[in-house]
């Protein structure tokens, strides 16, 4: 932070040329020792550990806020007839979509050979984790019970029933389940290479032996390497279906069921593209203070930053999209029971919410549209802030206005959450921002071994590219080498 | 490279081989052409990163791990719905919302994310497994240059003692007349 590097433009299009990806002069060596040095060195900046302290404060009320909840059980919350669903769905469904944009950065920017992704994958895979671990504790703790939770799975019982395969409820298990193994094995892959580095570079005994058993002893064999691309591109192929299923299998949770404002044959897809958006803006709310903090300007450029803002607009317009969809279908369907939701939605109770939705979600990213606000990183962090607003917004408009008014009025309610609830919000915040800042702390922040392939110096600069072999570090003059022949 | 020529262990029993230290991804890739055109099979080339065309270079046949990840898929697919029938249609039947115990539609995605998993699962377990790790020690990490290197910024290629042309004199000139910027004897313990 004290030194800001002045650094050339590289959102720049210059038609031919590909933009540089890693600024500022550095080499292999230099950027090994930027992204390491943040792991090694003795005492992080004060900020470190001023955040650390609230992040480990708030993770405290988690444990708290829960354990009060196990204790004197589900009245706690603010959920009664006709509102079932509040804050514990609404938050699952929120920490799961800020996940997908860590498996859409390292998976299918991956397929799409977007060779800028190497230098913000780690980052957004690690908040796909780390997210991941937040929703899962909603869908536990909201069922009254939580210490028959393991009902869910199916295991051979005394009881000798099984669960009902039937209900969407189950299918998340299933997809959340699947979408955490499969993302951890994704992130672990990927960084055996990078802990290898800083096994190599360890001077301590506890840190060659911690991270000695964490890289597995890889030490970059080119057998080795061979498998490990082979691998990283099957894994690429098989989360990037993956990221698309498991929210629309969330959205399954609403759309199978029958409830006018649930029961959408939209929600699948509008689902998936409010995730990725959200996800995005959360990788951008947290990476440029990151950045700055770390001084890590020159790997993770205004050309990334750039690039995610862009991303984050054309999803943006895909959710205001669908928010026009639900209107028009309710219109066009001619049911009076959706009409009645969607016009109780914008100007029933809950109105203050559905206009905070449509402020941060569909007004805001349009600020997006100018280049000025794309490559400023604190107009970027304001928007992105927002936007994650209004996505959680979006969750609750979903469940609590769809519930709030049923067919019969004198059933109808108003859902307000209680302080255990906030509490729990605030904590799962809190649960979040220790892991990350944990890993921030001891792990490889930055995917070394990826950036260092998409360097000059690994041959990218000779040449045009051939059409294959595109991702990581092509080197297309061998290929010219190749056919003159040159054998000995 | 000649012949080689039948001269009995001219090495120690410690020596593991030799290792050979690169400056450049072009060098490198021009040394493991060299190396494995010489009749080499025991060796490998080390990098800090994937450099596409090693394999090639180095003569690497095609990995069948996608095979075991097919595999794995399969498995996930059968596995999902035979579990989804045998559960729900077959061994506790019961009747909800006047649903069908069994159909195919409602099945797709349980079995569609067990699929992924276990095809997943086939991917990683067949990386390591295939690529015999953990594997905590090994003659080349107790190489100085190496440590200091291999994973920064260093390209190396290891000639193992146990290939049937190493000749620990023979083969380190030859290394040295690849380009190497310095050639070292591993041991092994």
Not at chain 1, 317 to 346: I, T
Not at chain 2, 81 to 101: E, H, I, M
Request: aromatic share 14%.
């Amino acid at each position: 932070m004290s030194t800001v590097p002045i650094l050339p433009d590289n959102t720049i299009e210059a038609p031919g040329a590909r933009a540089p990806l890693v600024l500022g002069g550095n080499d292999f060596a230099s950027v090994t020792d930027k992204v390491c040095s943040i792991v090694e060195r003795p005492r992080l900046p004060r900020a470190w550990y001023v955040a650390f302290t609230i992040s480990c404060a708030l993770t405290a009320l988690l444990v708290a806020m829960v354990g009060y909840l196990f204790l004197a059980g589900i009245g706690v919350w603010g959920l009664n007839i006709p509102v079932g669903w509040g804050f514990d769905i609404t938050n699952f469904v929120f920490w799961v979509g800020i996940g997908h944009a860590g498996t859409l950065i390292s998976a299918i920017l991956f397929l799409f050979r977007q060779k800028w992704r190497t230098g913000i994958n780690r980052f957004a895979e690690a908040m796909t984790i780390f997210a991941v671990i937040c929703a899962g504790i909603f869908p536990a703790i909201h069922t009254g019970r939580p210490w028959f939770d393991y009902w869910l799975f199916p295991y051979p019982n005394q009881m000798s029933v099984w669960p009902n395969f039937r209900s969407p409820l189950l299918w998340d298990v299933f997809a959340v389940s699947t979408y955490f193994t499969v993302s951890l094995m994704f992130w672990f892959t990927g960084m055996l290479p990078d802990l290898a580095t800083l096994r190599d570079r360890a001077t301590t005994r506890g840190r060659r032996i911690v991270y000695g058993i964490l890289s597995l002893g890889w030490r970059g064999s080119g057998r080795h390497w061979h498998r490990y691309e082979r691998v990283y591109l099957l894994l690429a192929a098989l989360a990037a279906p993956l990221v698309l299923s498991v929210h629309s299998v969330v959205s399954f949770d609403f759309a199978v069921a029958q409830l006018p404002g649930w029961h959408s044959t939209i929600f699948p897809p509008y689902f998936v593209a409010g995730a990725i958006f959200s996800g995005f803006a959360m990788v951008i709310t947290l990476l440029v203070p990151v950045r700055a903090f770390f001084g890590l300007e020159e790997i993770i450029t205004t050309r990334h930053l750039e690039n995610m803002a862009k991303i984050t607009l054309a999803t943006g317009l895909m959710v205001a999209y669908s928010y026009g969809v639900e209107f028009f279908m309710a219109w066009y369907s001619g049911n009076p029971l959706e009409q009645f939701v969607l016009a109780n939605r914008a100007m029933g109770p809950y109105a203050w919410a559905f206009w905070i939705m449509m402020c941060c979600n569909v007004a805001a990213p349009q600020a997006f549209w100018f280049k000025k606000v794309r490559t400023t990183p604190w107009t970027l962090v304001g928007v992105s802030v927002l936007i994650n607003v209004g996505m959680w917004f979006e969750r609750f408009v979903i469940i609590v206005t769809s519930l709030h008014r049923g067919a019969l009025p004198s059933s109808w309610g108003y859902y307000r959450p209680t302080w255990v609830e906030l509490g729990t919000l605030a904590g799962s915040f809190g649960l979040f921002m220790t892991l990350f800042l944990l890993f921030l702390r001891y792990g490889p922040m930055i995917a070394m071994a990826e950036v260092k392939s998409v360097m000059p110096a690994a041959g990218l600069e000779h040449g045009p590219h051939h059409g294959h072999g595109q991702y990581w570090g092509e080197i297309p003059h061998q290929h010219d080498r190749r056919r003159e022949g040159a054998r000995p | 490279m000649s012949e080689p020529t039948a001269v009995a262990v001219v090495a120690g029993p410690r020596c593991w081989g030799l290792l050979a230290e690169f400056e450049s991804v072009d060098t490198l890739l021009a040394a493991a052409e060299r190396v494995r055109d010489a009749g080499f099979v025991k060796f490998d080339a080390f990098a800090p990163f994937p450099i596409h065309g090693l394999d090639e270079a180095m003569g690497i046949r095609t990995s069948r791990l996608p095979l075991v990840v097919l595999g794995g898929g399969v498995t996930g697919a059968c596995a999902g719905l035979l579990l989804q029938w045998w559960t729900n249609a077959f061994d506790y039947r019961y009747l909800v919302s006047g649903k069908p115990y069994f159909g195919l539609p409602v099945a797709i995605p349980v079995t569609f994310e067990l699929t992924v998993l276990l095809a997943a699962i086939g991917a990683f377990v067949g990386l390591v497994v295939a690529n015999r790790l953990p594997e905590l020690y090994h003659p080349v990490l107790h190489n100085a240059a190496f440590q200091a290197r291999a994973t920064t910024d260093g390209f190396f290629v290891a000639v193992e003692a146990g290939d049937p042309r190493f000749d620990v004199a023979r083969t380190r000139s030859f290394l040295e007349g690849l380009g190497a910027v310095r050639v070292d004897e591993l041991e092994d313990d």
